[in-house]
């Protein structure tokens, strides 16, 4: 063989162990060929590249440094050794490196770009402009891209869109375009669309790590926690060092229950980069889930530590419900609302966090103070239409009416497994849940979002744009039947062994019938406590998703008035289907209501649900640190200590509250 063609074998063998992530042989391919030829600069600058993705930065840079050597005029060999010295921490030589690769080869749409971005990020902006109009003279599409970027930093997602399929339009393979379209799709919630162009991305670059870690991400968000896992797994056969997949692959095991390799993940990420500030919030948010309180306060004060200006980690440790401010921290709070340059998002974490620490400290009245500012700003941030739970619960009486019900009595998929614990948030559902999941017959879950998934995709792609409910008269038996069974597959993922499970979310009550007409086996228990005590309970909580009602008293009032309508419908059409738990009747008297509870769920009696509070399982909700005491009675009338405060919300429950015995009832009434 002769020299030329056993160098161009050794490039293209090199080159195939590079693309397959196997560098350690492309190392011994170039060093066994530049035995030969040691003056080779391109055989040495791949060894370069080998050795980078390794880790061995600084042996990289010698041999970047050799090539320059070799080949002074070789732009490539400068592009390269710009990267070592990125992963180095040397930004003014990447820099400089850049600037003489593109001196050399001024069409070089990787060097021009690079370039202006390390600029940017170095803070040399009039420089880095400079450099992104040349590199948009290099290629016109990339101005599309950056403008892309800028709105997608601002949370102009629609227009970010617009500039992305701007640039597909014109070069459908283009991988940055495809990514970041992905990525704005994830942030809008269209997780299917994101992960068809992931997918798409992945196919064209195979060695982009980022494209399979954001292809991760947007698997875990549509709970397909497998496919996640592999796809985050290659990420990190590319990419071993870089924290933010393992802090992802940590996000995924979290939504899917496995907390210990959450927090596994997690510490990993901090062993590369100790203060990553999104793996010190996560193991936080881990830690308390599995009860690890004071470790799970020392990850969330390296997150204040790291950035004190982020408002959910304050609210973080108040919303542990034990943890006590220091007064250094409560004046940084105080500072960060007053900052007129204050993230919005923050602003509000920190005044339901400052609310929290004056209600333990007895001072209610400045405590509301700091909830209703909290409570204006947040919902002005939300879209929620008072109105539309009131329309939802017409048509849910509409459809379900005793004859509706009886003409399809066991239609659905036979299983007893789920046990629904459901009512408004913040009444006891996750006591409830706690002192069921302590019977060895039942496993605790999370809150599950398949009963709405489903109600919601009954009524998709139809010709005759029927929706849910109404779809539900049109739908034959094998349907019903489907759908029991796709409910029961689909809560598989967050069961063990145990023949029973709890599906504790609370929002479930407007789905109870859809519940007996797919799976007429269930059981289904509803949590109730006292409406002041649950609509204020819910007003003092600023909740991580969802819950767009509380956020105002008139929103609150009309919510609960529009619950307890529907649940009396459910009692009319399916007598005995659902057991009414008061959270009063469980702090007074635990023993009588676990019997209740576990008869109506057909269990026999245990002793250690009355032990609930040392079970040791994950608890996600914002009850997790009560429900790990023992039961209490300090939260019965605790809305008679904001009571003056209460007015609004008095005057639109009057009608409900006038039911209630003189103790129970308001001093205005």
């Known amino acids: 063989m002769n020299q030329q063609a056993q160098l161009k074998q050794a490039f293209e063998q090199a080159v195939q162990a590079l693309d397959e992530n196997v560098p350690g042989r492309a190392e011994i391919i170039l060093r066994n060929t530049l035995a030969d030829f040691p003056s080779e600069p391109n055989l040495t600058r791949l060894l370069g590249v080998a050795l980078m993705q ?39 030589g990447a820099i400089e490196s850049l600037q003489k690769a593109v001196e050399l080869n001024p069409q070089s749409e990787y060097a021009t770009f690079r370039l202006a971005e390390i600029l940017a990020m170095a803070g040399r902006g009039s420089e880095a402009d400079e450099a992104f109009e040349k590199a948009f003279e290099v290629n016109p599409l990339r101005r599309n891209i950056v403008e892309g970027m800028e709105l997608f930093r601002v949370k102009n997602f629609d227009k970010a869109e617009k500039s992305f399929r701007a640039v597909l339009r014109k070069d459908p393979d283009n991988i940055d375009a495809l990514r970041l379209l992905g990525i704005v799709s994830i942030r809008q919630k269209k997780h299917s669309d994101a992960e068809a162009l992931l997918r798409r991305a992945v196919t064209l670059a195979p060695q982009f790590s980022m494209c399979w870690t954001n292809l991760g991400l947007a698997q875990i968000e549509q709970g397909k926690y497998v496919d996640s896992e592999f796809s985050l797994q290659k990420a990190l056969e590319l990419t071993p060092d870089d924290p933010e997949i393992y802090a992802t692959l940590a996000s995924g095991y979290v939504q899917s229950g496995r907390q210990e390799e959450a927090i596994e993940n997690y510490q990993k990420a901090l ?6 500030f999104p793996s010190l919030l996560g193991l936080g948010h881990a830690l308390k889930t599995i009860g690890n309180q004071e470790e799970a306060i020392e990850a969330y004060r390296n997150c204040a530590r790291v950035r004190p200006d982020y408002g959910d980690v304050f609210w973080s440790l108040a919303n542990l419900k034990t943890y006590k401010f220091t007064p250094d921290e409560i004046q940084i709070m105080h500072d960060q609302i007053n900052d007129p340059n204050v993230d919005t998002d923050s602003e509000i974490s920190f005044c339901f966090a400052l609310a929290k620490s004056y209600e333990n400290d007895e001072d209610y009245d400045r405590a509301f103070e700091f909830y209703e500012r909290g409570n204006e700003k947040k919902r002005m941030k939300v879209q929620y239409d008072p109105y539309e739970l009131e329309h939802i619960v017409d048509n849910l009486i509409e459809v379900f009416t005793p004859e509706f019900i009886k003409e399809r009595e066991r239609w659905g998929y036979p299983d007893a497994d789920p046990i629904l614990v459901l009512g408004l948030p913040r009444s006891g559902s996750t006591l409830i849940e706690q002192i069921l999941a302590s019977h060895s017959r039942v496993e605790g879950t999370s809150e599950l979002s398949d009963l709405m998934r489903i109600a919601a995709q009954s009524g998709t792609n139809r010709v005759d744009g029927l929706t849910y409910p109404q779809v539900l008269n049109v739908l034959k038996q094998d349907e019903i039947f489907e759908r029991g069974q796709d409910y029961i597959d689909q809560t598989r993922r967050q069961r063990t062994d145990r023949p029973f499970f709890i599906d504790k ?12 007409l797919i799976l007429p086996n269930a059981k289904i228990i509803d949590a109730r406590r006292h409406p002041l005590d649950s609509c204020f309970s819910c007003y003092k909580q600023l909740f991580a998703n969802g819950q767009t009602f509380s956020y105002d008293f008139f929103d609150l009032a009309e919510y609960y008035q529009q619950y307890v309508r529907i649940t009396e419908h459910w009692d009319k059409v399916l007598p005995g289907k659902v057991l009414r738990v008061n959270y009063a ?7 009588t209501q676990a019997r209740r509870m576990l008869e109506h769920c057909d269990l026999p009696w245990e002793d250690d649900v009355l032990e609930f509070h040392k079970n040791k399982r994950a608890v996600r909700t914002a009850s997790s640190e009560q429900v790990r005491q023992p039961i209490y009675s300090k939260g019965l009338n605790y809305w008679k200590r904001f009571e003056k405060h209460l007015t609004p919300l008095i005057d639109h429950l009057e009608p409900i509250l006038e039911t209630f015995p003189n103790e129970d009832r308001p001093a205005s009434l």
């Open 585 to 591: 009747d469980v702090v007074e008297d635990l023993e």
């Open 54 to 92: 390794q880790g061995r930065f600084k042996e990289a840079e010698e041999r970047l440094v050799q090539v320059i050597r070799m080949a002074p005029d070789f732009a490539e060999g400068y592009e390269t050794l710009a990267e070592i010295q990125m992963s180095l921490g040397k930004g003014d």
């Open 505 to 516: 979310m609370p929002n479930n009550f407007s789905h109870i019938g859809l519940m007996h």
């Open 271 to 276: 062993t590369i980069f100790g203060d990553h």
